[in-house]
């Protein structure tokens, strides 16, 4: 049973509109107006400026394919990515840190909804889609955060090489 300091802590994330239910609800297409925030790993693109469109499969075996990518600094790229398996998954890129952060949340409120450019949370059979340009040279991971799923190791590698 969770106690009161959970408790507040989900009733303040739902407040702030950070916490809202997964459920089984396709959130891979994204509103209209995309927010661009920089981050550690880039920030959103536009759609115009991809010269490149990389597919990624999610599959059940807690696995992406490919699960290694290379991309140049400045590159905007088009990910598709698509669940080849039978249950929901996820598509996010960030840092580790960030990314172990974000799994650790997940475990406490595995209903925890969130939307963002870097995210695409993809319903069985279907496709969802990521915009986004690496202007920051290093090493990223991309992982599926529902609980459970970045523990058994769905994750993967984007270098992105300097200019």
């Known amino acids: 049973m969770p106690n009161i300091k959970t408790l507040l802590l989900a009733a303040l994330l739902a407040a702030s509109g950070v916490a809202q239910a997964h459920g089984d609800a396709d959130h891979a297409k994204k509103p209209a107006a995309v927010i661009k925030e920089q981050k550690d790993w880039g920030i959103a693109g536009d759609a115009k400026a991809a010269k490149r469109t990389v597919e990624v499969k999610m599959l059940d075996s807690m696995r992406f394919s490919p699960d290694r990518l290379e991309v140049k600094q400045g590159e905007t790229v ?21 990314n172990d952060e974000h799994a650790a949340l997940m475990i406490k409120f ?9 995210m695409a949370h993809v319903a069985p059979g279907k496709t969802g889609e990521i915009v986004w340009t690496f202007n920051r040279a290093g090493e990223f991971d991309f992982a599926c955060l529902i609980a459970g799923h970045y523990q058994a190791g769905m994750v993967g590698k ?6």
């Open 110 to 118: 595995p209903n925890m909804e969130h939307d963002a450019p870097y």
């Open 158 to 163: 984007i270098v992105v090489a300097a200019r």
């Open 78 to 98: 088009r990910f598709v990515v698509r669940n080849d398996g039978k249950v929901m998954h996820e598509f996010v890129i960030g840092t580790k840190a960030e």
